[in-house]
C-alpha cells in the first residue's frame, strides 16, 4: 500500500512535469522568433472608421477616468466612435452619462448604451453595441485601462493586410509596486505577456485576444459568429473561433497598455477563478473542433497546453493532499527507493516554473521602459512568492475547473477596481475609503478560503516534521505550500492589505 502511495505521488508529479516541459519549450520558442517583429503592409491613405467600445459595470471609480483617457487618442474626430456600454446598477451609470454630455460637447462622437437586463454579461455588451458601431474596426478597453494617445496610430495599419483579424498590445501595470500581492500578479501577467503570446504568435500558433487593449476588424468578429456568451471567456472563445475560421491576428509586445491590478486577495482570486474556469469551457467547446480540423499538429499541440493547463489545478490539489504523507512514509523506509526521480521531476515540475519567471522578468526589464515606481527590492526577489501565490490558488482555480466540467452556469462576476496606484501611501485615507470601505469588497468567509487555511495548518505541520527528520533540502520547497496557502487564506480573510504593503514592510 506505501509502496502504491508512493508511485501514485510520482505519477501526478510525473504529469505536472509534462506543462514544465511546456515551459522550457516556450522560452525555446521565444528566443527563436523574438526577433520576427511584424510590420504593417502599408498604411492607409485615408484613415478607416473605428469605433472604441468601452464595457463597463459598477465602476464608479475608474469610468471618468477611462473616458478622458480614450478621447485623448490620436485619432480623427470624424473618423473615431466612442461607446461607453454600460451595464451599472449603481451610480456608476450617472457619472458615465455626466462624462459623456461633457465629451459630446467637445465634439466627439460619444454615446452613452445603457442596459437594464445585463444579459450576456461583458459579451452581450460588446453585441449590443456592435450592431450600431459605425466603425470598420473595433477597439476595446475595460475600465480599468488607460490607453496610451498613440494605440491607433500604432494598431490601425497592420489591417491593410486583409488577411489580419485583430491586433493585440502588451498589458502593462499602473499599481505594480503598490503591494507584495501587485507585484507578483505582474510578475504572473508578465510571463503570460512577454513569452508565451509572442512565441505562440511569432511561431505560427494561435494567442487569444484578451478582452480588452486590442483592435478587431468587425468583419472578423461577424465571419467567426460574433460574441457568445456560453463561457466565461467570450474573448478566448472568439479568438479560437476566429483562426479557425483562418484569421491571422497580430500581437505588439511593445506597444503597451496600463491597468490596474486588484489590491484585494478575494478580487483576484475571483479574477483568476472566471479565467481558470473559462478557459476550460472553451477546451470542452472547442478543442475537438480543433482535433478534426486540417489545423497543423503544431497549433493542435499548442492550443491543447494553453486550453487544458488549468487541468492542473485539480493534480495541485491531489499532490498537496499526498505530499505530507510521502514525506511521512519515505521517513526511514527502505521499501521502496524513488530518490533517483526526484531530481529530474524537480528539474521539470518546479525548476521550470521559477526560470519562466525568471526569465520573462529578465526580458521585461531589459527590453522595456514602461516599468513605473520599481520597488526598493529587486523584482526578483518576488518571484518566490509569487510562485507561493500560483500554488496558494490551486483549491480555488481547482473549484472552478471542476464547475466547468459540470457544466455549472455561473454569472460573470467583475473584479472590482478603484483608481489605486502604486506611489499612494497606504495612510492615504483615499485609499482607506477606497479600499477597506469601498462598496465593491468582497464580503464574507466561503469553504474555498478554510480549505486554503487548512491546507496551509497542514503543510505548517510539515514544514516542522521536515526539520524533526533533518531533512532539510525539503524545507524550501515545502514552505512554499505553507506561504501559499496561509498568505491566500489569511488576506482572504481579513479583506484587507494594509499589513502586507511593500513600504511598510521593507
Known sequence: MKDFFLYGYFVILAILSVFGVHRYYTVHLFRKYKNAVKKPEKNFEKKPHVTIQLPIFNERYVTERLIDAVCNINYPKEFLEIQVLDDSTDDTSDIAEKKVNEKKKE????????????????????????????????????????????????????????????????????????????????????????????????SGRFFNFNGTAGIWRKETIRDAGGWQHDTLTEDLDLSYRAQIKGWQFIYLPEITVPAELPVEMRAFKSQQFRWAKGSIQVFLKLFPTILRSNLPFKVKLEAFFHLAANFAYLLMVVLCCMMPMNIFFRYGSDSVNLKFLDLPIFFFATASVFFFYFY???????????????????????????????????????????????????????????????????????????????????????????????????????????????????????????????????????????????????
Open 107 to 202: 465634439g466627439f462622437d460619444i454615446s452613452f448604451i445603457h442596459r437594464n437586463d445585463r444579459s450576456g454579461f461583458k459579451a452581450g455588451a460588446l453585441e449590443a453595441g456592435l450592431k450600431v458601431a459605425k466603425g470598420d474596426f473595433v477597439a476595446i478597453f475595460d475600465a480599468d485601462f488607460i490607453p496610451p494617445t498613440n494605440f491607433l496610430e500604432s494598431t490601425i495599419d497592420f489591417f491593410t493586410d486583409k488577411k489580419i483579424g485583430m491586433v493585440q498590445t502588451r498589458w502593462d501595470h499602473e499599481n505594480r509596486g503598490f503591494s507584495i500581492l501587485t507585484e507578483c500578479q505582474s510578475i504572473l501577467l508578465d510571463g503570460h505577456f512577454m513569452l508565451e503570446h509572442t512565441a505562440r504568435n511569432r
Open 360 to 506: 520573462s522578468e529578465f526580458i521585461v526589464f531589459r527590453e522595456t521602459a514602461s516599468v513605473k515606481d520599481r520597488n526598493k527590492l529587486p523584482v526578483f526577489f518576488y518571484i518566490p512568492f509569487t510562485i507561493a501565490i500560483g500554488i496558494g490558488l490551486a483549491v480555488n482555480n481547482a473549484k472552478a475547473v471542476i464547475e466547468a466540467l459540470r457544466g455549472k452556469v455561473s454569472p460573470f462576476v467583475r473584479t472590482p477596481k478603484y483608481n489605486v496606484i502604486a506611489g499612494e501611501s497606504v495612510k492615504n485615507s483615499v485609499v482607506v475609503s477606497k479600499v477597506s470601505k469601498n462598496i465593491y469588497s468582497f464580503k464574507g468567509l466561503d469553504l474555498t478560503t478554510m480549505i486554503e487555511l487548512l491546507f496551509g495548518l497542514y503543510f505548517s505541520f510539515t514544514v516542522f516534521f521536515a526539520f524533526y527528520i533533518k531533512s532539510y533540502t525539503s524545507v524550501p520547497f515545502l514552505m512554499l505550500f505553507q506561504i501559499g496557502f496561509l498568505y491566500t487564506s489569511l488576506l482572504s480573510i481579513s479583506g484587507k492589505f494594509r499589513n502586507f504593503r511593500r513600504q511598510s514592510a521593507f
